[in-house]
């Protein structure tokens, strides 16, 4: 008797490549290339539009956010981003309207995304890129820092500069957080323990700001519904010294935003080169899906653009986190994951990760880069 054929159908994700300026094009087209490979081993299939953000926006609608950019971005599951911003061009467009804050602060607004992930990871193989002695990265440093972005000093009102009588000025910023804005992102965090090795360590200031007392008050209550992890609570200023002493403790680095601003970018250090670091920053849940924003944390790189030197490191495991966060297509994420440590086994470096000392190491493209890893999936 022959045998039935269920006909499953595929789970179709709609995806927004927004390349953008510099070396944004040259790592997204490695990120694409990746993602079909996944696509093609993992049976899911993705419906990629590309469209123009940032400089390439302005040229081709006069707006670094064009209409047609933000309508594609509504009806897309999320978002893969490269990056915007080149300094040279026109240096009298007013400051809403340049990129930087007209297309990536705009849709962080429109899309709502409070969470902020950054995966920081040290491979053994790239120890020579971190500026800590080898002592002390351990088996190599892993860590994710989840940092809460909208709330916080950076939002808090009043924020203002004022005269006094006597006619000094005086600048006012305001930190404040609700529980809600607290418990959600610590949610994230735990959550993401999950996936990891289960141990959320907690910044604060807990001795000398009220925000400090209320946001370790939430987080060890959220603490309760995850008793598979376990939780430790830090002064922002002791783990600021601790990712240098002993960066291997951290797992998951729970932050507020302006810690998580100043820490997260501490953490990039230890990795070497902003090519490698991806980020997710994470809206609201529907269903299964979560909206998510994915980029390299670096910049355009205007000194290496069009030259086929980048590394895609970071916007290849940008993809990956999508799949991972947006898709929950943990198994493809995991897939592409363990094909850029097989790359970086085999010896393949972009000029920002290649040490002449490495006997193992060989130059690479991007493009090469690229295929190397889309080739180990
Ligand atoms: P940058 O991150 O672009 O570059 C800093 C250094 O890191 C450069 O030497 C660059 O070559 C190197 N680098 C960055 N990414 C790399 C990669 N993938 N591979 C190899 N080397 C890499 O920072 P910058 O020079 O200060 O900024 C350039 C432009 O990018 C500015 O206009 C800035 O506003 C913008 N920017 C945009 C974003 C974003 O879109 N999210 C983020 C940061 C900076």
């Excluded at 933000?70 to 300094?87: H, K, T």
């Excluded at 990129?99 to 709502?112: I, N, S, T």
């Excluded at 495991?317 to 198994?331: G, K, Y």
């Amino acid at each position: 008797m022959p045998k039935l054929r269920h006909r499953m159908s595929k789970q179709t994700y709609k995806i927004a490549a927004l390349a953008g300026d510099g070396i944004g094009p040259e790592v997204m087209r490695e990120a694409l290339k990746v993602l079909r490979a996944a696509e093609g081993k993992f049976g899911f299939q993705l419906e990629v539009t590309e469209a123009a953000v940032g400089w390439a926006g302005i040229d081709a609608a006069g707006k670094a956010l064009p209409d047609e950019t933000l309508a594609l971005c509504r009806e897309s599951d999320s978002i893969l981003f490269g990056s915007v911003g080149l300094p040279d061009r026109d240096p009298t467009i007013p400051k809403e309207e340049r990129p930087e804050r007209a297309a990536l602060l705009a849709l962080r607004k429109e899309f709502g995304l409070f969470a902020n992930l950054r995966p920081v990871r040290l491979p053994a193989e790239l120890a020579h890129a971190c500026p800590l002695k080898v002592e002390r990265q351990g088996d190599g440093i892993d860590m994710l820092v989840v940092r809460e972005l909208t709330g916080g000093m950076y939002f808090g009102q009043p924020k203002t500069t004022e005269t006094l009588e006597d006619g000094q000025q005086r600048a006012i910023d305001t930190m404040v957080y609700t529980t809600n804005e607290i418990e959600r992102i610590a949610r994230v965090a735990f959550q993401s323990a999950q996936l990891r090795r289960q141990h959320v360590t907690s910044i604060d200031k807990a001795n000398v700001l009220e925000n400090g007392v209320l946001w370790r008050e939430v987080v060890t209550k959220v603490a309760a519904d995850f008793p598979d992890i376990t939780v430790e609570h830090m002064f922002v200023d002791n783990a600021a010294m601790q990712f240098l002493l002993r960066p291997t403790q951290f797992d998951v680095v729970l932050c507020e935003n302006m810690f998580g601003d100043i820490l997260s970018d501490e953490a990039a250090a230890l990795a070497g080169s902003l090519g490698m670091l991806p980020s997710a920053s994470l809206g609201a849940t529907s269903g299964e899906r979560t909206f998510g924003f994915y980029e390299p944390a670096g910049g355009t790189a205007p000194d290496i653009a069009g030259q086929d030197l980048a590394n895609p490191i970071a916007q290849i495991l940008s993809a990956a986190m999508m799949l991972r966060h947006s898709f929950n297509e943990t198994e493809a994420a995991a897939a592409i994951d363990t094909a850029v440590a097989t790359a970086i086994t085999a010896g393949h470096r972009t000029g920002d990760i290649f040490s002449p000392e490495d006997p193992n190491a060989k130059k690479a493209t991007t493009t090469q880069m690229g295929d190397a890893i889309a080739a180990a999936i």
